[in-house]
């Protein structure tokens, strides 16, 4: 097994219930003095993101007439400052980022509008996600589709090929990204509020009113190659963060009351130990099981709270290497307790048939 897991955090010896809610008592103590925001650090952070991501926007306009090839490489660095732009917006999304939440909620839309994401829509469907992260009762909103080895098999034939095309890794990250950006995010669920609703449609109406402005700007060919390219980068980038922090094969998925907030947190995120040029454009949200934890710590003090404590080094840990055997990772197998792919289904299958 590639991906190294270290310590695990549910042992083949459960802890008694007194150490248990001893050591949860303990960490809760020990998050609670990172989430404090710190406006300095808030401020700087979006000073040293956006102002570049503008620039790159200008260099990218004025590179198009001499390469292409430069526009383009300029193009995946914007898209790597879009991402950072997008934990900006994903802590404001928490409240995470300032005190205020009158602070929150505008650098949130703003943010949201660079992004192309509707703030108060997506607030909500992000709470339910940390809500529900490994449930495998509550699955639907703000997760990857997953299913488990019993289901796919029970599954029409029509609904596995759906399910093969979307875990595709071209699909998933290369078509996906851009129809989640460009179309997904136009449409409210229905079973969001009337606020959340309305927060799409203002959404929508205000990145009109962008796009018009930019292509004034740019020339609308010019805004839309560059806007398209941008997204499609951060877009791809952003899934697999996302895809990876819960996709990995010793994750958590129980069902009911087996299901525990603590471990899913803690064996169901994984520490994504990334270098660290690609932690600071990625927020620090490898550090994504001290972020399900409490969301309510600020991306810059993530790596702080994981080295304070013993405890919050005990779990999956995943490098750029090891986690690219996530890609093969599609099912989530109850027996084995692991996310296996197809060939481990195979097998199975020819076992029981022999």
Not at 226 to 235: E, P, R
Request: proline content about 4%; glycine content about 6%; hydrophobic content about 40%.
């Amino acid at each position: 097994m590639d991906i190294q897991t270290h310590h695990s955090v549910s042992d083949e010896t459960p802890p008694s219930p007194s150490k248990q809610v001893e050591a949860q008592t303990s960490w809760r103590k020990i998050v609670a003095q990172y989430q404090q925001p710190c406006l300095k650090k808030s401020v700087w952070q979006i000073t040293n993101t956006v102002i570049p991501y503008i620039g790159l926007w200008a260099l990218m306009y004025f590179t198009m007439t001499v390469s292409w090839a430069l526009t383009i490489a300029l193009a995946v660095l914007a898209g790597l400052f879009l991402v950072r732009v997008f934990i900006i917006f994903h802590d404001c999304g928490h409240g995470s980022y300032f005190r205020s939440k009158k602070a929150n909620n505008i650098v949130g839309f703003i943010s949201g509008l660079l992004t192309l994401t509707p703030y108060r829509h997506w607030r909500w469907q992000h709470a339910v996600h940390h809500g529900t992260s490994g449930n495998l009762d509550q699955r639907g909103i703000g997760d990857v589709w997953t299913m488990t080895v019993n289901e796919y098999l029970a599954a029409p034939r029509w609904e596995r090929f759906c399910y093969r095309l979307t875990r595709n890794p071209f699909v998933l990250f290369g078509l996906i990204p851009l129809g989640l950006f460009l179309f997904y995010q136009r449409i409210a669920y229905a079973n969001a509020s009337k606020l959340d609703k309305r927060s799409v449609r203002v959404m929508n109406a205000t990145i009109l009113v962008y796009a018009v402005g930019m292509s004034a700007i740019f020339g609308f060919w010019n805004y839309l190659f560059i806007q398209l390219t941008v997204t499609a980068v951060a877009g791809t980038l952003g899934v697999w963060l996302f895809y990876v922090q819960h996709q990995f094969e010793d994750t958590y998925w129980r069902s009911g009351e087996e299901w525990d907030y603590t471990h899913s947190a803690m064996k169901g995120s994984s520490f994504y130990k990334l270098p660290k040029i690609l932690q600071w454009f990625s927020g620090n949200i490898g550090y994504h099981h001290i972020h399900h934890l409490s969301s309510r710590i600020p991306n810059y003090s993530l790596e702080q709270c994981h080295n304070a404590e013993p405890f919050f080094q005990q779990v999956p840990e995943l490098t750029l290497r090891t986690s690219l055997k996530s890609l093969k990772l599609r099912l989530w197998d109850e027996d084995s307790q692991k996310l296996v792919g197809y060939k481990h289904l195979r097998t199975m299958l020819s076992n029981k048939t022999a």
